[in-house]
Structure formats: C-alpha cells, structure tokens
C-alpha cells in the first residue's frame, strides 16, 4: 500500500512540475518578443502606465479610407475615371484631423510636437515620425475615450501595442521608445470609444534623462 501511495504522490508531484513548468514558459513570452524586437529592430517601446506593452500580434489597418469619409460626413466620394480618389489629408467640417491614411513621411519639424486627433472614428497615423534621440522618444496620447497605440520604425517594423488606460476623466498613453542609436519611430492611434474621438491629442518629445 506505501509503495502505492509513493507512486501516486510521484505521478501527481511530476503532472504539478510540468504544469508549473508551462506557466513559467507561458509567463516569458511576452518578455522575449521584446527582446527578439529588440535584436531585430534595435529598438524597445516601455509603457509608462499600468498598461503593459503588448506583443500579442502585429495590427493592420482594416478600415477603408473611404469609409471613414462617410462616417464622418455622410458623403461618399467615387471615380468614374483611373484615377483613384484621394484621401489625404483627411478633415471633418469643422477643420479637426480625421485621420492620416498613410505613414508619415517626414520628421517632426520641432519638439515637442503636438497634434490634436479629434474626429477620428476609426484610426490615424502620427502626422509625422518621430526621433528617439540619444535617450528615447517620448509619446504621449490623450482623449475623452478609449484608445489603443500601435508602434512602428520608420520603416514599418512593428514595435508593439499600449491600450490606453483611465484618468480621470480621460483616456491616457504615456510610453517611451529607446533606441541602441538614435533612429525614427511613428505610431497608429486606433479610437475604441465607440464614435469620434474627442479632446484627443498626441505629444512626442525627446527624452531628457
């Protein structure tokens, strides 16, 4: 009867290390997408809030340019020629930014760089890229709802996601993007607040310390 009890107290104690062995594997993930990131692109995002930095996958824009005109204007534009219609810079009515359909193609012109992103429904590129300096590149996002930060080099490598997290009564992102030699980064800011984004800005900076 002992020698049956050792054998089952070895089989449950193995099934128990296994399982505890998985979880630690499972726990490690998500730092070692950021390391490979790091080897791959020379670059590491670090979120400044609660919202840890997200690996989960790489996001692609789903949304149509046209599509976002219409909701935001109740119009729709169509070409009858070759020539397809274009869709930037994207406006609403009252002169607020709607979105950027495309990478930005040219650095801040100054820092720090502010944009307001109001009235975007869906997303919006940064309006432009931005230097992560000597020290890092710091950006930060705001608006009344909630909203989720896409991070990409330069060149499109992607870097990783923040959700925006509650403060007060607003949405914030507060992240910073270091780099083994200065280079250029820009993010996608995604609207989750269910309709036009409101009281919404970004703010890139150069890191100080």
Avoid: H
Avoid at 9 to 29: E, H, N, Q, R, Y
Avoid at 133 to 151: Q, R
Avoid at 184 to 209: E, F, K, P, W
């Amino acid at each position: 009867m002992n020698k049956k009890k050792l054998l089952f107290t070895a089989v449950v104690s193995a099934i128990t290390l296994s399982c505890t062995a998985g979880a630690i594997d499972f726990s490690k993930s998500e730092s070692s997408e950021a390391e490979k990131i790091m080897q791959q692109t020379g670059m590491q995002l670090i979120s400044l809030t609660d919202e840890p930095v997200q690996y989960d996958k790489q996001k692609t824009v789903p949304y149509n340019p046209a599509d976002e005109i219409e909701a935001v204007t109740g119009m729709r534009l169509i070409s009858l020629t070759d020539s397809p219609v274009q869709y930037v810079p994207v406006t609403s009515f009252n002169g607020d930014i709607v979105r950027a359909t495309t990478p930005p193609t040219k650095e801040a012109e100054s820092y720090p760089y502010e944009q307001n992103w109001s009235g975007t429904v869906n997303y919006t590129f940064t309006k432009r890229y931005f230097s992560t300096g000597i020290l890092g590149g710091n950006f930060d996002a705001y608006a009344s709802g909630k909203f989720y930060a896409d991070y990409y080099k330069s060149d499109g490598t992607y870097l990783g996601g923040i959700a925006s997290t509650k403060d007060g009564n607003r949405y914030k992102i507060i992240s910073r993007v270091r780099s083994s030699d200065s280079d250029y980064y820009y993010v996608i800011l995604t609207n989750q607040s269910g309709s036009a984004s409101q009281n919404a800005t970004y703010i890139a900076d150069l890191a100080m310390d």
